[in-house]
């Protein structure tokens, strides 16, 4: 099975995907987290990437496009892959299906995470991410799973991306650029429409409805 999750930034695509991960095996790809991959590095690719996401920009559809391609012809496990944060517009929407060609692959669900602007706010103020395993956590929400957490809590940091004002520019460009994506999915198989604006685990149902496991 092959999914994509889309959504506002806030929407849970992170949790969502890692609920997925934990209880049935997938494999998260985030094009988040392979940036973030790079910016570790220090190279001077990385700082590039750098600059552009802490300002809430998009980064280059021919960047994303070779760093997936890159990844995807080193995995060996080919099935039961979530794409998360990918594509985020409309021509990496066609790019990927040329890549997905390229390796074999059919997409078989979509779901579309929709959720209020204002709870986005809410969500991403309470946000922590493990910068060494890559999990999302909220402070916000009394959490058993971040406290016995196994990296401990030395590696929980809040993005730079994650301040009020990037956010907001965050939200806005997903407006403009990712939800378009809404009609060109509508129209092909496996698309669902999720509300996340319900609480997190009821979401999780939601999702799982539509999998068949
Ligand atoms: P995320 O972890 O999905 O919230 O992504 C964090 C940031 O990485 C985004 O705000 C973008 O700057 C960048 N990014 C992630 N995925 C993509 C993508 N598919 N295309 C362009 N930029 C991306």
Redesign the pocket.
């Known amino acids: 099975m092959i999914i994509i999750i889309f959504g506002p930034?806030g929407a849970g695509?992170?949790t969502q995907s890692q609920f997925l991960v934990k209880e049935f095996n997938y494999l998260q790809i985030?094009?988040?987290?392979l940036?973030?991959d790079e910016i570790k590095k220090k190279s001077e690719l990385g700082g590039k990437?750098s600059s552009?996401?802490n300002k809430?920009?998009?980064?280059?559809?021919e960047l994303?496009y070779l760093l997936l391609d890159n990844y995807l012809n080193k995995l060996n496990k080919k099935n039961k892959l979530i794409f998360?944060?990918?594509?985020?517009?409309l021509k990496?929407a066609n790019e990927f299906s040329n890549l997905l060609d390229k390796y074999n692959l059919r997409i078989n669900k979509v779901f579309f995470l929709n959720i209020d602007r204002e709870l986005v706010k809410k969500r991403i103020s309470g946000r922590v991410v493990c910068s060494k395993c890559n999990r999302v956590f909220n402070t916000e929400i009394a959490n058993l799973e971040m406290i016995n957490h196994t990296c401990g809590k030395d590696f929980l940091i809040k993005?730079k991306?994650d301040d009020y004002k990037t956010i907001l520019k965050?939200f806005d460009?997903y407006m403009e650029e990712t939800a378009p994506l809404i009609e060109y999915y509508k129209s092909k198989e496996g698309f669902c429409e999720i509300d996340g604006n319900k609480e997190i685990k009821q979401i999780y149902q939601q999702i799982k409805g539509f999998i068949d496991v």
């Open positions: 930034p695509k992170g985030s094009t988040g987290d940036l973030r990437i552009l996401i809430g920009y998009l980064v280059s559809d994303i998360d944060g990918y594509p985020r517009n990496q993005r991306d965050r460009l």
